[in-house]
């Protein structure tokens, strides 16, 4: 296996960097309210961790994991994603990508759900289409700690001086070597990310270019499958996955700076404005059972701070009260 394999950036691909780095500047230099800083990122997280699990198969919605942990196997995936790219925000810096951080990223994605988790392979795999055949056999156990030593030598060069073609080379890289029982494709597409924060190309939000990937599967696949021969189709496919979730982010962005600035809650509270919303007139106790597993006292002090911010009006006394938005 040829590492890195042949590709040139082309003129084509470089238009996609720029409008990229275009882009990543411009998220970094705007003055978000924290709220809504906060609320675009979590919807960001949450989408990539989600869809990079759908592209293995599991077959979640965003509204169903909206709601928290559980200790569904199937929610479990995505929860394990979300910790692996916090992990990855806390901790990676301008350093080497090394063997051990593809462990403790397969150790973040597959604890709980393998007994592999955090270690290579150490028998023959394959990987398989949807009628069972195998179409690619990945190198032996053997050769897997030669070919990531390879791997890492270019990653941690500068022989690539685009920090997202680095990244998409060793995605595609990784997954052919495929050092993993199962995780292969979760890790290598947390790499990306490693190697952009360890280039110190950084984006102020998670870009949750998996989303386009999964919309996308067979073409992705297809990609992959064909990247050591043509990468540089390939790249281009990647290129503008990425540059269509940044995007995405910058829309949603937009619009809600065109909404009042009332939606620039705390997620619980924007939550409950919006129940309240669509009742129109809302008990304490309707609120309670919508989320029973917080306290009541914290409740009251979210509706405390939706009164304060004149945004909900009551009625009533304690115990029959009732809320409804407060009409301009």
């Known amino acids: 296996m040829k590492i890195p394999p042949s590709y040139a950036v082309t003129g084509e691909m470089i238009v996609h960097i720029a409008q990229i780095e275009s882009q990543r500047i411009h998220l970094a230099s705007l003055n978000l309210p924290k709220p809504l800083k906060e609320k675009i990122q979590r919807v960001c997280l949450l989408k990539s961790s989600l869809f990079s699990a759908r592209i293995e198969g599991n077959p979640l919605e965003l509204a169903d994991v909206e709601a928290g942990y559980t200790k569904s196997q199937k929610k479990l995936e995505v929860f394990n994603i979300i910790k692996a790219i916090k992990f990855i925000d806390g901790n990676v810096k301008s350093s080497d990508i090394t063997k051990d951080l593809l462990l403790r990223l397969h150790a973040y994605s597959l604890k709980n759900i393998s007994g592999d988790a955090g270690n290579f392979r150490h028998e023959v795999s394959a990987i398989f289409n ?25 990653v941690n060069s500068d022989r690539e001086k685009f920090p997202i073609i680095a990244a998409f080379v060793a995605h595609l890289v990784f997954e052919k070597i495929h050092p993993f029982l199962d995780g292969n494709g979760r890790v290598g597409r947390l790499l990306i990310a490693a190697i952009l924060k360890a280039r110190g190309w950084d984006f102020t939000f998670t870009v949750p270019f998996e989303e386009y990937l999964d919309n996308h599967k067979d073409d992705y696949y297809f990609y992959l499958d064909k990247g050591l021969g043509n990468t540089d189709d390939y790249l281009l496919f990647m290129l503008e996955a990425f540059w269509q979730q940044i995007q995405a982010i910058k829309a949603q962005i937009d619009q809600e700076l065109e909404k009042d600035q009332k939606v620039f809650l705390p997620p619980r509270q924007e939550e409950i404005y919006s129940i309240i919303g669509d009742h129109r007139v809302v008990s304490f106790d309707m609120i309670r059972r919508r989320f029973t597993r917080v306290p009541e006292r914290t409740l009251r002090w979210d509706l405390k701070k939706l009164l304060d911010r004149k945004l909900i009006e009551k009625s009533g006394e304690t115990k029959g009260r009732y809320y409804r938005v407060k009409i301009k």
């Open 130 to 154: 949807q009628a069972g055949v195998a179409v690619y056999m990945p190198p032996a156990p053997s050769a897997i700690s030669k070919l990531l030593d390879s791997l890492l030598s270019f």
